[in-house]
């Protein structure tokens, strides 16, 4: 199998591939993720996802790199964009926007397999149902700090899943790689496992 050039520096990320036995090779992108435009969550999430492939492209001056992989993730709410929080406040704030409420998780996944194909790109969504959270829910796990780059604040699969009623859609995706839309890219572009 080749290696696949992970775009980023999320461990959760890299943990998903070692996971399903893929070889990989992390080269996090040098990139400011801007979220401050007015474009859909699926076209800012696609929008960053190839950015991070680009930069990482840049690297390489001589030689073609192949099969380099970009995510992008964010949570939406009532038509807001949460990406990670700045701080401790910033993440109550986001908990509170979720507390009770159902939120869509946005992931844009991002692939060039080589220097002369386009990049491949997929946006998937997953549907998850917050519990109504106490403050002695919201303060234990603002204090926590398991929200620390984390989109919308938490981690579904750590102390984040006693927070979560229900989803409906890819569980990968809410840890931040929707492995199934990361499988097709790889297989309808030949790649050999």
Request: with cysteine; net charge negative; proline share 5%.
């Amino acid at each position: 199998m080749e290696t696949i050039i992970l775009a980023s520096g999320s461990p959760r990320r890299k943990e998903l591939l070692v996971k399903a036995k893929m070889p990989v090779k992390v080269i996090p992108p040098d990139l400011v993720e801007d979220y401050s435009s007015f474009e859909s969550s699926g076209d800012l999430v696609s929008r960053v996802a190839r950015s991070k492939v680009e930069a990482v492209v840049e690297l390489f001056k001589t030689e073609s790199p192949r099969w380099v992989l970009g995510v992008d993730t964010i949570v939406e709410v009532d038509g807001k964009v949460l990406g990670k929080p700045a701080g401790p406040e910033e993440a109550r704030a986001m908990l509170g926007l979720l507390s009770g409420k159902t939120h869509k998780v946005y992931s844009g996944v991002a692939v060039l397999i080589d220097k002369a194909k386009p990049i491949d790109l997929e946006v998937v969504s997953t549907d998850v149902q917050f519990k109504t959270l106490t403050p002695a829910e919201l303060a234990w796990y603002v204090e926590c700090g398991e929200w620390s780059g984390a989109a919308g604040a938490y981690r579904i699969q750590e102390r984040g899943a006693f927070f979560v009623e229900w989803i409906r859609g890819s569980y990968s995706n809410v840890v931040g790689l929707p492995l199934e839309a990361f499988y097709g890219i790889l297989i309808r572009n030949e790649y050999h496992f």
